[in-house]
């Protein structure tokens, strides 16, 4: 269908739709009109990602003196792969409309291990080695050397594609990973290096995060964009710790051993040259003398990891004298390595701000701090002159010189923590030093600054007044949408008490209580009898996990489940746990039904959707607090106070909040759908608490369904499946319209929207 926002033509290729699908679009062309950034909350299942892509490229089509990019950043891979799918769709649907003029190209981009068609890299035992074997093959030096001697291997597709040189481009069209790969292979050209070379001429760019947001991968990758482009965080709820992981160093011993072997290596390497090649150091050290760091633009293929600082924050300055020279540059680094060393040999937690890390620095091992800043890229400098291509076995000292160019750069939003020992298991020495950023400010503030609109978009952003603080911005448009359903399809309750009216809750001094332990079996086996298909449930952490399963299945509690149902268990191990997932749904399928144990914050809660039968029901034992006595979360909860004002308390439930949202939330994946939610705590019962959660599943929490024990959860359960199994009107009856089709939205247009909604 087509129809119009205010001058904008939208085309949709689907033949109805949502009211909130059609109100994100109008807030969303707010936001772009005004070239401001956007906060916008819309429940999951309602086609976000469609309305947001729909609504971008007509805005785009519309406008064609201004043409506008999008860039789009999705958290796995297979959210990226989901939307060029949806995209592809779209763009059919516009080109069979408006013919070639609506043609556009539209890429993804991941790693090289996702995109590498060369059989020998492919076939090396370790998927990770693939980026070290792709250089291996293609490193100017290494190509240099092949030109001379037939003999030395070289990769064939990337050969090709320099040969083709600016004739290599991709035709427009939507590709996912599988399309490049295939075109490459068809036309013998490198699919990541084509693509990396694309991504500048694409309409579309889907990637991930980290491509934006982590300066290291940013320098490099995504320092072409242009201004006028539109950047969308989806599924973007943990944005702020994503920021947070990108500026963060730790350093254990085995670092610290690992970068001593790497600089005896670096050393060797150094004695080699001076005997052989002299030259190429001395041009290097004369490189320095006249203040270039980097030799200019280096080919493709030599470039690694930018900078690990914000691009801002990178001196445009010669390199200090005393490492200019390769040798001195070593002793540095030595030194350095010695003091890390001497400060992980401490018994007792240790935290310090950079400025006096940096002034004990330079006291015990006479190194400065803008000799600190410039380490990152006096090594990169360094490893090219000396033709180093397995970077994997050189990440040990990348990450001693990523730690001493942060500590030198930044002086505040930072602290280093020193821990003898992982406080949950104290008698294994396991010394750490983190860097630790605490202001997830710091590495969005460039994409804030450099593009014209940020979208920032979830299904569970709430309290949405609390992210532009945590990121320090200023939203044009702050929304959050709810769900227009025929039918309640969702069912929320809160349980406070078991059967045996005993209070239930993974509060610290009741978690290990028999009585809860028992109470929370009980639930699971009664709602096992009655709930068809598949259940899934969430724990606060994996050793409490592991300690319930113990002793439910010491009391007998696991094996009356497993007469009702399989049972299946995530692991930390990411094989089994997809192993355990393909089966839970084969015996969702057969009709068996089965059991999903899984942890808040793991891998299943972010990622994996049990939509339709293989969740019928989500139950979250407990509140998914963070681990509250760690120093981090203790140093960072003390910056938020002093910086923005955020209480301690009320980021913490916020925090623990969004992961229940975000487990819960995974059973309903369409409108057709339909799950329950029990929230099994009763701290939930708390008004403070609940009214954190999304207004999409408040407005489906009655007063009735607060103060529940077990069997009156149970009553209401069986309800709710009879209620469900009645046939329905999809498109709505009774005056209620959920589904909108192009008449609906002309009559809208006139002035009956609100007649329509309500």
């Known amino acids: 269908m087509k129809f119009q926002i205010e001058d904008v033509t939208v085309y949709f290729p689907y033949d109805y739709i949502y009211p909130e699908q059609y109100s994100y679009m109008i807030e969303l062309k707010r936001a772009l009109d005004a070239k401001g950034h956007c906060l916008l909350e819309m429940p999951t299942g309602t086609g976000k990602t469609i309305a947001l892509l729909s609504l971008i490229t007509s805005y785009s089509l519309s406008k064609p003196q201004t043409p506008i990019k999008l860039i789009y950043c999705t958290r796995t891979v297979h959210e990226m792969e989901k939307t060029l799918a949806e995209l592809k769709l779209l763009h059919n649907y516009q080109i069979k409309h408006l013919g070639p003029q609506a043609r556009i190209l539209a890429i993804g981009l991941s790693s090289r291990k996702n995109l590498c068609v060369n059989p020998t890299v492919l076939a090396a035992e ?72 694309m991504v500048q001429f694409a309409n579309v760019v889907v990637y991930s995060y980290q ?52 600089l005896n290596r670096i050393s060797q390497e150094i004695d080699r040259f001076k005997a052989t090649d002299a030259s190429r150091l001395r041009a290097e050290y004369n490189r320095l003398v006249e203040g ?91 490893m090219l002159t000396l033709e180093i291509t397995d970077t994997d076995e050189f990440l040990h000292i990348q990450t001693i010189c990523d730690f001493a160019t942060l500590v030198g750069t930044y002086g505040r939003g930072f602290s280093i923590i020193i821990e003898p020992f992982d406080e949950r298991m104290p008698h294994i020495p396991d010394p750490i030093l983190q860097l630790s950023c605490h202001d997830a400010s710091l590495a969005i503030k460039p994409v804030f600054d450099r593009f014209q609109s940020v979208v920032i ?171 509250t006595l760690s120093k981090i979360l203790l140093a960072r909860l003390e910056y938020l106070r002093d910086t923005f004002q955020i209480k301690e308390g009320d980021f913490l439930t916020f925090d623990a909040l969004r992961q229940a949202a975000q487990c819960v939330g995974r059973v309903i994946r369409s409108k057709a759908d339909y799950g329950m939610m029990i929230f099994a705590d009763k701290r939930y019962s708390r008004h403070d608490k609940r009214s954190k959660l999304p ?57 009956g929207m609100d007649e329509m909604l309500y």
Not at 184 to 193: A, N, S, V
Not at 217 to 242: L, P, T, Y
Not at 361 to 367: C, K, M, Q, R, V
Not at 369 to 382: A, I
């Open 126 to 197: 370790n998927r990770d080695s693939v980026d070290a074997g792709c250089r291996k093959l293609t490193a100017s030096w290494v190509r240099a050397m092949a030109a001379e001697n037939p003999n030395v291997p070289t990769c064939q597709f990337f050969e090709n594609y320099e040969r083709a040189a600016s004739a290599a481009v991709v035709p427009p069209g939507v590709y996912t990973l599988q399309d490049l790969r295939v075109f490459g292979k068809e036309k013998g050209w490198c699919p990541y290096f084509l693509a990396r070379h």
């Open 211 to 262: 491509y934006l947001l982590d300066p290291k991968v940013a320098g490099i990758i995504s320092k072409e964009m242009q201004k006028e482009s539109v950047v969308v965080f989806d599924e973007a709820h943990n944005i702020d710790n994503v920021c947070i992981e990108a500026l963060s160093v730790s350093v254990r011993r085995q670092t610290l051993e690992g970068a001593t072997r790497n």
């Open 292 to 382: 270039l760091a980097l030799r200019g633009n280096l080919p493709i293929t030599d470039n690694w990891l930018s900078n690990p600082a914000l691009p801002d924050d990178i001196l445009k300055e010669a390199v200090p004298g005393n490492i200019r020279r390769a040798e001195h540059f070593l002793h540095v680094l030595r030194r350095l390595v010695q003091y890390l060393r001497g400060r992980l040999d401490t018994e007792n937690v240790e935290k310090e701000s950079p400025v006096s890390f940096v002034a004990s620095i330079n006291s015990h091992a006479g190194i400065d701090q803008k000799t600190l800043k410039f380490c990152y890229d006096r090594l990169h400098s360094l």
């Open 457 to 627: 978009t979830s299904g569970t952003l709430s309290p949405i007044d609390l992210y532009p603080r945590l990121l320090n911005f200023h939203p044009v448009v702050s929304r959050s949408f709810t769900m227009s359903l025929t039918r309640d399809c969702i069912c929320p309750m809160v349980l406070t008490r078991g059967s045996d009216q005993l209070p239930v809750s993974t509060k610290f001094d009741m978690r290990s209580d028999p009585g809860v332990v028992r109470n929370y079996g009980k639930l699971l086996l009664e709602m096992v009898s009655v709930v068809p298909d598949g259940i899934v449930c969430f724990f606060v952490s994996y050793s409490y996990m592991d300690g319930i399963i113990n002793t439910w299945n010491d009391s007998g509690i696991l094996k009356e489940i497993m007469q009702h149902k399989l049972v299946f268990i995530e692991t930390q191990d990411v094989v089994e746990t997809t192993l355990a997932l393909d089966n839970y749904r084969r015996a969702c399928d057969c009709g068996r039904g089965a059991v999903f144990f899984s942890v808040a914050r793991g891998k299943v809660a972010e990622g994996i959707d049990f939509d339709r039968h293989y969740g019928r029901l989500v139950i979250m034992f407990g509140v998914p607090f963070q681990y």
């Open 695 to 751: 207004s999409w599943i408040l407005s489906h929490l009655r007063d009735v369904n607060l103060n529940l024990s077990t069997d009156m959860a149970l009553h209401i359960a069986k309800e709710f499946l009879r209620k469900m199994a009645q046939p329905y009107e999809k498109i709505g009856g009774s005056g209620r319209k959920t589904l909108l089709s192009e008449e609906d939205l002309e009559k809208m247009g006139d002035g």
